[in-house]
């Protein structure tokens, strides 16, 4: 039997990091592999990833429930967004992560599956205005989205800029918490240093995200399991993680699952499913 691994939350909170705090954990719901005890400031919970991933892997369903079923394509058609659709609920995926485009259409679809529709914002540069992204989260909440994906102001996070890239994101969260929807924040670690994935994952869980996200699987590279385990150590228990880009079998699940993702992204759903028993 392995060895459970516990992810504690890391210490690296700097002065000069913004003094919000969220403490409202919207959707990263009471779960057996959190331990949500504190002893300190610093001490930010624990999140059990080989139980977690163990007990997600035990069945396909387990496992599918945790995967945001995904088409981002810019030559998406809506054939294949319906079919994304129909597959989601056949499968209960976690959600049907669409371009803003296709949200109606994906809402409509869906309508009574009890699957929510998932988007993307400020996708794929993260380089949109505050006010843009806040207009696009109250516009696609309003058409139905219920998990929206925003990919953090990498250029003002690498210029220093810290203070600005926590307004943008509470300014968005406020928005999507207010109309019962999650935020994930995307990190796109592939460009970040390892100072700058732990600094963006402390604003980001400190301006109110529901999960730290790895990327947008559109830059040079998605994610790793150096990086998952790293974010992981930085939100504790205090939000979730998701892995996305570049996992394209079950073998690349687990990889994500043992070392602290409890979501995935990933166009690949029906064949990692498929891989543990699906039909």
């Known amino acids: ?44 919970g624990s999140f059990d990833a080989d139980g977690f991933a163990a007990e997600t892997l035990s069945d396909w369903r387990k496992l599918a429930a945790v995967i945001d079923h995904t088409l981002l394509n810019p030559d998406a058609t809506r054939t294949q967004v319906e079919n994304l659709c129909d597959e989601a609920v056949r499968y209960n995926f976690a959600c049907a992560m669409v371009n803003p485009v296709w949200v109606s259409t994906a809402a409509s679809l869906l309508a009574g599956s009890g699957i929510p529709v998932g988007v993307v914002i400020g996708f794929p540069l993260g380089a949109t205005l505050a006010s843009t992204l806040r207009h696009e989260a109250e516009s696609l ?8 994906d925003m990919v953090i102001s990498i250029g003002e996070l690498k210029s220093g800029n810290h203070a600005a890239v926590e307004r943008t994101i509470r300014s968005v969260a406020e928005v999507v918490h207010s109309r019962g929807a999650l935020l994930k924040v995307i990190l796109e670690t592939c460009l970040l240093s390892v100072e700058e994935k732990l600094r963006a994952s402390e604003i980001a869980i400190q301006a109110g995200t529901d999960f730290l996200k790895t990327s947008t699987g559109f830059s040079s590279n998605g994610a790793t399991a150096v990086d998952v385990a790293l974010l992981r150590g930085v939100a504790g228990a205090r939000c979730g ?23 995935i992204g990933a166009s690949a759903s029906v064949t990692m499913v498929r891989e543990l028993g699906a039909e």
């Open 1 to 44: 039997m392995p060895t459970q691994t516990h992810f504690p939350a890391s210490p690296v909170q700097a002065a000069s990091l913004p003094a919000s705090s969220n403490g409202s954990n919207h959707g990263f719901h009471a779960s057996p592999y959190l331990n949500n005890d504190i002893d300190s400031d610093i001490d930010n």
């Open 241 to 263: 993680v998701k892995a996305s880009g570049g996992i394209r079998s079950l073998a690349d699940a687990r990889t994500m699952l043992e070392a602290g993702a409890n979501r």
């Open 141 to 148: 909440t309003r058409l139905g989205a219920k998990e929206l």
